[in-house]
């Protein structure tokens, strides 16, 4: 992630698995080697400049997104994943699909 000064940033909460994240706007305070800070109203708050993830001594609630793109696509992204692994054991796939499934792994690790 790119992050400078000034910078307006989106930051998702989600207290606990089951309920949606929320998301709010922060701006880049500070822009550390490791940790950016983020000011969210009247807080700051720190995050892993590599992982986006909270600093925090428990398990991290809340991401830094450069965009509400990027939050959106993320969000997306795992909803597609979740769909996808539940409907892969019913109905049985085909030798076909599953190799046209491959193909699609294949070329994703090329790119990656």
Sequence with gaps: MKFKQGKPVFISHRPRHHIPPTISEGTVTKVGRKYVTISVGHTERQ???????????????RWVWESRQQFDDAQESKRLQKEILARLPEPRLSLRHLREIQAILVQYEDEA
């Design 47 to 61: 995050f892993d400049i590599t992982t986006g993830e909270e600093k925090t001594e428990l398990s991290p609630t």
